[in-house]
């Protein structure tokens, strides 16, 4: 749909805007999926989401089911944890449209860090997301049957796949040959992560954890690029990966973009301040996860087979070792992957961005092959300042 589809399409369908409205309409995506433009008129602005049945940048076919799992999502998302995501005002499913509020005064998370900005209730934030979304949607808590029939409407399989290449295949095997190397970095990458088959192995089981462990409602694709800040408030946005899946998966994937924002400070100004904020944060994420959840599940839980303090324990406990392995392979795909990060890509010292590279891919093979044994967030910060001592 072009531009001029999409404003006939609003005047026609919806009653967003009045007929006499003057609307400007940009197209303003930065991504290789989905078309997504703001309309705006004096008054009021929203934001048009259409999915295309063709990636963009290839042409080859996609299915837009991913429309209406991303819708779901944000509307099962704002029940578990309201005010979380972005109001959402009309869904086509027909048409895979979905128009939805626009976050115009809201930065996008990734270029804030990048720019060393500090938001004093993001861990509170991302904590009360994660834990609601991930146990108020799963066994512990929710009804059955009910649960079954969730995860049957979930079936992502087209993104599953994606991801199951791009984070869990591609990054270990060198004769895919779709990975994008540093070439300064070359003979580490190739040392540490192809030839590496303890690390091989402990990826195969997270990879088959991802694949059958329908646990809980996932965003799928939690990055700091899917984050939008202002002071006080924090909205997630872009759940078209959303399934069932391990509940670690959500809180690895963000863990390890702080820790993209932590690095690319590291190697360039070092600022303390904003280097402690990231590790306060993370630590609000890990432990105020363990804390909350524990908190919520003896609340809401209801089997009486549950309500033992031992086993929700245990529970908390599995997820946050999950959570690190799948912090891991976040930090290492997004280094030699084809989907890299700016916090890492735009550092301009050649010497620094290696070490920047070499310090996430080293983080992320302890998180992998240690992660039994990691479940608080000093865990992490012991595994990043001892690899970082030894760069």
Not at 76 to 87: F, L, Q
Not at 210 to 233: P, R
Request: aromatic share 10%; hydrophobic share 35%.
């Amino acid at each position: 749909m072009t531009e001029k589809d999409i404003l006939n399409y609003l005047m026609h369908h919806t009653a967003i805007f009045n007929s006499n409205e003057k609307l400007s309409i940009k197209e303003i995506s930065d991504g290789n999926i989905n078309y997504v433009f703001r309309i705006k008129s004096q008054n009021k602005s929203v934001i048009v989401k259409y999915a295309s049945d063709k990636i963009r940048t290839s042409g080859n076919p996609l299915s837009t089911e991913r429309n209406r799992i991303e819708t779901n999502a944000l509307i099962d998302e704002n029940n578990y944890a309201k005010g979380s995501v972005p109001m959402i005002y009309h869904h086509d499913e027909n048409r895979s449209i979905l128009i939805m509020e626009d976050l115009y005064d809201y930065d996008n998370l990734r270029y804030a860090l990048m720019n060393q900005r500090q938001f004093s209730t993001l861990g509170k934030d991302m904590t009360s997301f994660l834990t609601k979304t991930l146990l108020l949607s799963s066994d512990f808590i929710m009804d059955p049957k009910e649960k079954k029939q969730k995860v049957k409407n979930y079936i992502n399989p087209m993104l599953c796949a994606i991801t199951e290449r791009l984070v869990f295949t591609e990054p270990y095997d060198k004769e895919i040959n779709t990975n994008i190397l540093t070439k300064e970095n070359e003979e580490f990458l190739i040392h540490e992560l192809y030839e590496d088959e303890h690390l091989k192995l402990e990826v195969a089981k997270l990879k088959y954890n991802f694949e059958t462990k329908a646990q809980s409602l996932l965003h799928g694709d939690l990055h700091t690029g899917s984050i939008f800040v202002k002071e006080g408030s924090t909205k997630i946005l872009d759940p078209e990966f959303a399934f069932y899946g391990p509940a670690g998966y959500d809180i690895g994937n963000i863990v390890a973009n702080l820790i993209f924002a932590w690095t690319r400070c590291a190697v360039g100004t070092g600022n303390k301040d904003f280097m402690n904020y990231i590790k306060d944060t993370i630590t609000q994420i890990i432990d105020g996860f363990k804390n909350d959840g524990m908190t919520l599940l003896k609340e809401k839980v209801t089997d009486r087979m549950y309500l033992n303090d031992e086993f929700l324990n245990n529970a908390i406990q599995d997820i946050l070792c999950d959570s690190a392995g799948m912090c891991g392979t976040e930090l290492i795909r997004r280094i030699i992957g084809d989907a890299k990060v700016k916090d890492i890509t735009t550092i301009d010292d050649i010497k620094q961005k290696c070490k920047a590279e070499c310090f996430c891919v080293l983080v992320g093979k302890s998180l992998i092959k240690q992660r039994k044994y990691i479940w608080n967030a000093n865990n992490y910060f012991e595994i990043m300042d001892d690899i970082w001592e030894k760069l």
